[in-house]
């Protein structure tokens, strides 16, 4: 087995969200892919895995700390990219197609950036007023911020906060623990004139129950974006949105708004590559 390092939705060196990809693991199993993952101590571990739906590329299953998820957005540039790097070679040109947990997700290259169609929201509308008052609870952010409360679910079940400003969601305070499964996140927009039009954090429970914050998240700018959309607060041809400040990263994420749906797009570097794993 051969692993690669790689920094996803990087601004600059070491400014992104790291990813280990696994390749040529088919013989792990469900709790030694679990347990390299916590042993790593990355938001996610992906492992590679020859396709089985037709049209795929390459089939991934993508681990974080307290279990599998079917779909997670850098894991996915990332995985792309050491894919392409190992020497794979996309059946349609210029697109790769990705198996995972919610099926078929497709990613195109653009120059040094990858870009992945995001899926379709599982659920949306407003949370009720317990899981909107445990979100707040959870991030640590005033009542008065909140401007909207709603499920933002593409697999992992995002608890989105919609703040009144970037400023507000650098300020939010989360809580030590929270309850396994815990996703929320939180979007606020910055002023006129910022090089990005939205600040974006996002925090999980890892498998202790501890209160995560991940430094760029793919997923959740994916359903944020479709979240803006379907409110009339963005438009094509799209916008930049930050994350990761609070804890020493900066993230860039690219959101294209097209005809053929939303882009989620971003440097992807790669770190470290062709390493054995033995385990």
Not at 237 to 250: E, M, T
């Amino acid at each position: 087995m051969q692993f690669d390092l790689l920094d996803v939705f990087a601004s600059g060196s070491l400014t992104g969200n790291p990813l280990a990809v696994v390749r040529g693991g088919d013989a792990l199993d469900s709790a030694q892919m679990l347990a390299l993952t916590r042993w790593l101590g990355f938001s996610e571990t992906t492992f590679v895995l020859p396709p089985t739906m037709d049209g795929a590329d390459y089939r991934v299953r993508i681990f974080y700390p307290a279990g599998e998820l079917p779909f997670a957005g850098h894991p996915t540039l990332g995985t792309a990219a050491a894919w392409l790097a190992a020497g794979g070679k996309p059946a349609r040109d210029g697109v790769i197609v990705q198996e995972c947990g919610v099926g078929l997700v497709e990613v195109r290259q653009e120059g040094e950036t990858l870009a992945f169609r995001a899926p379709p929201l599982v659920r949306s509308g407003p949370l009720d007023p317990a899981d909107r008052a445990e979100a707040i609870r959870i991030a640590g952010v005033a009542e008065a911020d909140v401007v909207a409360a709603v499920h933002a679910n593409n697999g992992p079940d995002w608890h989105l906060l919609h703040l009144v400003s970037a400023q507000a969601v650098l300020a939010a305070r989360p809580v030590p623990t929270a309850p396994i499964g815990t996703d929320v996140g939180l979007v606020g927009p910055w002023g006129e004139g910022h090089e990005r039009q939205f600040e974006v954090r996002a925090f999980f429970a890892d498998a202790n129950g501890r209160l995560v914050e991940d430094p760029v998240t793919g997923s959740l700018n994916a359903s944020v974006a479709q979240y803006l959309l379907g409110a009339g607060l963005t438009a094509a041809p799209g916008y930049r949105a930050g994350q990761g400040r609070s804890i020493g990263a900066d993230g860039h994420i690219d959101l294209a708004i097209d005809d053929s749906g939303i882009w989620v797009g971003g440097r992807v570097r790669i770190v470290a590559r062709n390493a054995t794993l033995t385990i």
